[in-house]
């Protein structure tokens, strides 16, 4: 267990379709990221977030976005969706921005 | 584009012996780890290697790091069917601050 929780576990949307993910992580843990991993690949960096503030992104486009509460509750939002973006969404929290701790994933289908 | 590039892409080895994978990457490096993944869910941290250290060891885990020619390698001793799995090396690119890179991963297959 990492303590860093994703909802929901699986997810079908409908092209053009607007979706939020949910991450929750160890209290403490000051710096969330966010990576996208399509099948077969390696996970890709979408964005981090370090008390609440964006700190780095990716190659995605704006479309791909992110918030971080005060209470290590994190969000990643993906507006008119496309059929590219059907991935295993993860979710990791780190205290340091060093070792970083995953969630199990949300698995984003666009049909 | 990935930093990493992890060889070989798939292993398969039987119970008790060991697995060795690599990782080459392109750019100075904070660190370096490995992680595991089952079955295309969460990946599982399993070590950290600083860009000043040469050696880690955790339990049946060895790794090693050259930063001279920017390898790593993630030694598994006495392989166990429940190591099967997909095994991806991450760099902490320097200078930017937490943001993992990863390879496309090695795919490893134990058989009892």
């Known amino acids: 267990e990492t303590g860093v929780t994703q909802s929901p576990t699986h997810l079908i949307k409908t092209r053009g379709q607007q979706v939020t993910l949910r991450c929750s992580s160890q209290?403490?843990?000051?710096?969330v990221s966010w990576y996208q991993q399509a099948l077969g690949q390696g996970p890709q960096f979408i964005f981090q977030?370090?008390?609440?503030?964006?700190?780095g992104r990716g190659n995605f486009p704006p479309r791909f976005s992110g918030l971080q509460f005060p209470n290590y509750s994190s969000e990643l939002n993906v507006n008119a969706l496309e059929l590219d973006d059907s991935a295993l969404y993860l979710c990791?929290?780190?205290?340091?921005?060093?070792?970083?701790?995953f969630g199990q994933g949300t698995r984003l289908t666009v049909v | 584009s990935q930093q990493g590039e992890e060889d070989p892409q798939a292993l398969s080895i039987q119970e008790g012996e060991n697995a060795t994978m690599n990782c080459s990457y392109k750019?100075?490096?904070?660190?370096l780890q490995w992680y595991r993944q089952n079955s295309g869910r969460g990946l599982v941290h399993l070590i950290l290697i600083r860009s000043n250290e040469r050696e880690k060891h955790s339990g049946r885990l060895r790794v090693t790091l050259d930063t001279s020619k920017k390898s790593s390698s993630l030694l598994i001793t006495a392989s166990r069917a429940a190591d099967t799995a997909s095994y991806f090396c991450?760099?902490?690119?320097?200078?930017?601050?937490?943001?993992?890179?990863f390879g496309q991963g090695t795919e490893l297959s134990v058989k009892p």
């Open positions: 750019t100075s490096i904070n660190n």
């Open positions: 991450a760099t902490d690119i320097y200078n930017q601050g937490g943001k993992l890179i």
């Open positions: 209290s403490g843990h000051n710096t």
């Open positions: 990791a929290s780190s205290p340091d921005r060093t070792e970083a701790f």
């Open positions: 977030y370090y008390r609440e503030e964006e700190n």
